[in-house]
């Protein structure tokens, strides 16, 4: 069982930046894929990025290419979310989540954090 939490939220206005981290325990020998998704107030949670668990293979939402940079650190367990030139519409609750495919549907990913708020103002 992986437990999975997310930290690093935050307000903040238009055009800065914050990282998102993520730290796994539990099973983490296994060689998951880490994927961020996130939920806006009133929609749908959609996907953001996923990396391989080597780090090497990574995939983006359109919505963020160019402005997110998803990575990881396997020694520390620890997945990222670099965020810069935020912009109100990427307000959100962010979850990172696991899975064994790096894939971009969430039903693919079993394991799920509690999310972390970010709250970009205009």
């Known amino acids: 069982q992986v437990q999975l939490v997310e930290s690093g939220g935050g307000l903040v206005q238009a055009g800065a930046s914050l990282r998102l981290s993520c730290v796994a325990s539990?099973?983490?020998?296994?060689?998951?894929?880490m994927a961020w998704f996130r939920q806006a107030p009133g929609k749908e949670r959609e996907f953001v990025a996923v990396?391989?668990?080597?780090?090497?293979?990574?995939s983006y939402a359109d919505s963020v290419k160019g402005r997110f940079t998803i990575s990881r650190d396997n020694a520390k367990n620890t997945v990222y979310l670099q965020m810069n030139s935020l912009k109100p519409e990427d307000t959100a609750v962010y979850y990172c989540?696991?899975?064994?495919?790096?894939?971009?549907?969430?039903?693919?990913?079993?394991?799920w954090g509690q999310g972390t708020q970010v709250t970009v103002s205009s």
């Open positions: 990396i391989t668990w080597g780090g090497r293979g990574t």
């Open positions: 539990g099973g983490t020998d296994v060689g998951y894929a």
């Open positions: 989540a696991a899975g064994a495919r790096p894939v971009e549907t969430q039903v693919d990913f079993p394991y």
